[in-house]
């Protein structure tokens, strides 16, 4: 059943990143301390959405969903498993960037813990919009070429935002936002959250109605 998927999904990026992941987490922690900087926190988080991605490649790689078939599951389950995959690899992320900005913050005598938690929850709110949007794009053309797709999306959003986001910050209330913001962040966090669970909803059910088409 699902505890047997979630094995499989699991034990599969554990072959291929149980020497990647270690090396990272205690680089990240390192260069934390040192330079006193969240950014790889953050970077941690997206990362590990990313690299949860990869368990699609392998099953690509070995024929998986073929073999899939034969087995008492149903495809809600197969899918299901790579989103709660996901859910854990970019949950477990976030905690290990929290207890590590609280580590470096107990060291420096800064403070700031709002902005930790503040910065780890938008990161992981964008992350995870980015990734499960991901899903059905990759369920149906492949990994690569989702991966592909939204890298040219992202770059483009970026080169408009540097080409016209002065113009966008006249015609748009950027600074009320922020305002709204900094004045309920917890309203705003709240909203954030109820956005990327809607999003993975949506792309977790477009993801099934794909697969259920697939022909292995």
């Not at 390192?30 to 590990?48: E, I, R, S």
């Not at 790689?61 to 995959?85: E, H, I, M």
């Not at 999306?153 to 936002?177: D, I, N, T, Y």
Request: charged share 15%.
């Amino acid at each position: 059943g699902m505890r047997g998927l979630l094995r499989k999904e699991l034990s599969g990026l554990w072959s291929l990143y149980r020497k990647t992941l270690p090396m990272l987490a205690i680089l990240y922690a390192v260069l934390n301390l040192a330079t006193k900087n969240d950014f790889f926190l953050y970077f941690g988080v997206w990362m590990m959405l990313f690299y949860s991605l990869s368990g699609m490649s392998l099953d690509e790689s070995c024929g998986w969903g073929r073999y899939a078939r034969t087995l008492p599951v149903n495809d809600w389950q197969v899918v299901g498993a790579k989103f709660l995959v996901s859910l854990i690899y970019s949950g477990g992320a976030a905690l290990y960037g929290a207890v590590l900005g609280v580590i470096q913050r107990l060291f420096t005598g800064e403070t700031g813990y709002a902005d930790l938690i503040g910065g780890l929850l938008a990161v992981l709110v964008v992350s995870m919009i980015m990734v499960f949007a991901m899903y059905p794009v990759a369920f149906r053309f492949g990994l690569e070429k989702a991966r592909n797709g939204f890298l040219v999306v992202w770059v483009a959003l970026f080169g408009g935002f540097m080409l016209f986001g002065s113009r966008l910050a006249k015609v748009l209330p950027l600074e009320a936002v922020v305002e709204s913001m900094a004045a309920r962040p917890l309203l705003w966090a709240g909203g954030a959250l109820l956005t990327a669970v809607a999003v993975m909803v949506l792309c977790y059910i477009a993801s099934v109605l794909i697969y259920q088409k697939k022909e292995f």
